[in-house]
Structure formats: C-alpha cells, structure tokens
C-alpha cells in the first residue's frame, strides 16, 4: 500500500517569510496528488492537485504554489505567507481507482 | 461544481447511543461516495465507501447507503462507543481525470461515558 511522508509535523512562521513543504510517496508510480488545507472550525478544502511531474491544477486563488518536480515528490510553497495561510495542510495521494492515502499533516501557524 | 454538504457538529452522545450524521451531495454523473474519519492527533483514513447508487459501504458498525434518488449518503451506527470520537468527513469523487475528492466540512463526534 502506498505510505505518504509529510514534513515538518508543525511549523510557526512569521507573516511575510516564505513556505516550502514537502511531501513524498512511498509504494506506487504515477499516482495523483493533492494538497488539502483544513482551517480551523472548517473542512477539507483542495488547494492543488497534480496528475503528473510538472502539471499543477490550482483549485483557489490563493498565495500558494505547488511543483511536482518529480513523480513522488509534491511541493507546497509560497513566497510571502499571510495570517489567513495558517491552517493545517494535508499531502494525498491516489492511484488508479485506489483509496486516497493522506500524509500526517503538517500544521502551520503564521503569526 | 460538485460539493457535499455534512450535518454540522458538533455532535455530543452518550455511549450505546444511535448515530446518524446526515450527508447530502450535488454531482454531475455518478459520483463514488466516502466517509473518512479523523481520529484525535491521527490523519485522515477510509472509513467505508459507496460506488453506485443502493451500495451499502460498512466498516467497525458504520454503515452509509448511496441513495441516488434523495443525493444522500448518511453515516449510521447503531451503538457508538467512546473510542467512536473523531470528526468525520462525508466526500464524493467523480473517479474521472484527477479524480479529485471533494469533502464536506467535517463533522466533530463526542462519545461520553
């Protein structure tokens, strides 16, 4: 089965200090993969998904980017994060008709 | 677009207690249908699952129907126990392209002793 590693675990920035996130996968070739963020007191939302190296689907406007620079490697980064990017952010990933395998999450608190 | 609407919480039961946490969907074509669970200090995993219309998924005592005809796919369980605390996320996915996952918001579940 496919295992998801996701880091760091948690993560405190200042507002205006750039982000980059790394989540890698274990187990499979080719998969999807997605980036969630869930906000405090909210659901799952899809931030980016990608369906192959280099291809990024961005599903809100939003102060974050995604890159896939290789098949198991998905990035999520911004140049200058803001409050409203706190929140705590979730790597998945899906092959074929398969379950999504999400990653341990990483929580980030912009302050 | 496709979106997926949960009851919202959170919700607070005794243990033995019945559980229903309602779940609604808007889709175009024939959507499969999750619910996830999210156990305190754990990440999301597969609770049980639906793929056409009058499937029944179950797993550990939940059970959920797809109904195709009321867009519904309600979490069910007919005794919880306290170790049944978590939030739950109902979600659909159109299996096409992407095949993206789109969640509801979530659901946060208190069994008390």
């Known amino acids: 089965s496919q295992t998801i590693h996701q880091w760091p675990a948690t993560l405190v920035q200042p507002v205006g200090s750039p982000l980059s996130l790394e989540c890698t996968v274990e187990?499979?070739?080719?998969?999807?993969l997605y980036w969630y963020r869930q906000a405090a007191g909210r659901g799952l939302q899809l931030l980016f998904y990608?369906?192959?190296?280099?291809?990024i689907s961005s599903e809100v406007p939003q102060n974050l980017s995604a890159s896939r620079p290789q098949d198991r490697q998905f990035i999520l980064s911004s140049k200058k994060l803001l409050l409203s990017d706190s929140g705590f952010y979730l790597c998945?990933?899906?092959?074929?008709?398969?379950?999504?395998?999400f990653g341990s999450g990483t929580q980030l608190s912009v302050l | 677009g496709n979106s997926v609407t949960q009851m919202e919480g959170p919700v607070t039961l005794s243990e033995e207690a019945f559980l229903t946490i309602n779940c609604t969907y808007t889709?175009?074509?024939?959507?499969?249908l999750f619910w996830y669970v999210q156990y305190p200090g754990e990440g999301l995993q597969l609770l049980l699952k639906?793929?056409?219309?009058?499937d029944k998924g179950s797993n550990k005592g939940f059970e959920a129907t797809y109904r195709k005809e009321t867009t519904s796919f309600h979490l069910e369980k007919g005794s919880v126990q306290v170790s049944d605390s978590a939030v739950y996320f109902c979600?659909?996915?159109?299996?096409?392209?992407?095949?993206?996952?789109?969640f509801g918001q979530g659901t946060r579940l208190t069994i008390n002793p």
């Open positions: 998945a990933s899906r092959f074929l008709n398969e379950k999504l395998f």
């Open positions: 187990g499979t070739s080719n998969p999807n």
């Open positions: 990608s369906v192959g190296i280099g291809q």
């Open positions: 889709a175009t074509g024939y959507p499969s």
């Open positions: 639906a793929t056409k219309a009058d």
């Open positions: 979600a659909l996915s159109d299996l096409q392209g992407a095949q993206k996952l789109v």
